[in-house]
């Protein structure tokens, strides 16, 4: 049966469900520092001074190698494997929790790398070395778990995560990513008041703590949160001519992203058009309208902060910020946004609010699998 092993947590070995002996904390702490090189040879001497420290005791290196005897025994032979000048521990690196973590987080899947951590890094497992592995390792958690926050805020996740954050924030109460993940909670669940009471006391602790205001990004958001809300209508004027199509049409109201796709000449901007004047008074907050044809859509999000009333020295510098903000600034509102002729999903996904109240209609002429499975868009085909 397979062999897997744990460090993001107590460390322990399996062979399937079935938890190996792996013996004391000394022993396992050999096996530990082998995993977080797995595949690598590490020197005798590096075993010896991770484990047991600068100056380790003179039977040390004997120890050592009844430990790695032991290890083989309780691992039933291989893979701790001699080398020169040291010892390797081959495996696949998928089968150690730490790297399958970094692999996920490296991909983009930061929810799923939180899902392998069951508490501290390396915990029991004493000395310095160690102590330093799980400040490193400790930092790569809280960065996925950020990044696992921003993407189900994009989501429109905001209620459920206002208790969490607010629990992180009491834990981490001067960190102004995650106070901000917070705010844009609240305002998602239609607390702004609260956010705005949330920033203030960040503001006043860090002026009291540290002699610091507050960064750009927050700034910015809080900002965004006392300017009056703007509403725009962008829409272009409504086809003339248009009969027919009533199915196609009825099927656009169908979830909050449709796709409009067919070949050049097929109508399908007249078909999102005349849509969307029928139904502009369902979304008072506002329309807004991009024709994406070569568009970059960093600065179409640049473009549609403004439409929201974002003044050009209050758009943060960093994309991802800007990200966040249009989807902030779209939390409360019911709107209707129209993104004509994408070339392709990526072109879009910028794009999307991070709500279902607002309603999403694309155009392209192709087909835009990745809207459809990702996202759950309802494709409409012409």
């Known amino acids: 049966m397979t062999l ?58 004997s120890a050592l190698y009844s430990y790695v005897s032991r290890l083989r025994t309780a691992l039933d032979g291989p893979p701790i494997l001699r ?70 805020l994009a989501a429109g996740e905001h209620r459920a995560l206002v208790a969490e954050l607010t629990a992180r924030t009491a834990e981490r109460p001067l960190d102004e990513r995650l106070a901000g993940q917070l705010m844009r909670a609240l305002i998602g669940a239609d607390r702004r008041s609260d956010a705005l009471a949330h920033y203030a006391r960040l503001r006043h602790r860090l002026a009291d703590e540290l002699g610091l205001d507050p960064g750009p990004a927050l700034r910015d958001l809080a900002a965004s949160i006392q300017r009056p809300q703007w509403s725009p209508r962008q829409l272009p004027s409504p086809p003339e001519g248009f009969t027919g199509r009533e199915a196609e049409l009825e099927a656009l109201g169908e979830g909050p992203i449709v796709t409009i796709t067919g070949p050049a000449g097929t109508g399908k901007t007249w078909l999102a058009l005349r849509w969307a004047h029928e139904h502009a008074a369902d ?75 607002c309603h999403v209609i694309v155009t392209s002429r192709e087909r835009l699998p990745g809207l459809v499975t990702a996202h759950g868009a309802r494709p409409v085909v012409v």
């Open 83 to 152: 080398r020169s000048g040291g010892y390797v521990l081959e495996a696949d690196p998928e089968a150690v929790d730490l790297h399958r973590f970094r692999s996920l987080v490296a991909l983009g899947r930061p929810g799923e790398a939180m899902a392998l951590v069951r508490g501290e890094p390396f915990e029991g497992l004493q000395g310095a070395w160690f102590a330093g592995q799980r400040e490193t390792v400790s930092r790569e958690i809280t960065a996925a778990e950020l990044d696992h926050t921003d993407a189900s």
């Open 283 to 357: 979304f008072p907050d506002g329309q807004l309208f991009v024709d994406l044809n070569g568009s970059d859509p960093a600065d179409v999000v640049r473009a549609f902060i403004t439409a929201l009333g974002t003044a050009p020295d209050g758009i943060p510098p960093e994309p991802h910020a800007q990200t966040a903000l249009y989807r902030t600034l779209l939390a409360n509102r019911r709107m209707l946004i129209v993104l004509d002729n994408a070339a392709d999903t990526a072109q879009v996904v910028p794009l999307l609010p991070g709500t279902p109240r």
């Open 4 to 61: 897997s092993f744990h460090v993001l947590g107590t460390p322990e070995v399996r062979r399937g469900a079935a938890l190996v002996d792996v013996g004391h904390a000394r022993q396992l702490s050999v096996l530990a520092v082998l995993l977080v090189d797995v595949n690598q040879v590490v020197s005798v001497d590096k075993l010896l001074a991770r484990v047991w420290g600068e100056a380790p005791p003179r039977q040390a290196k």
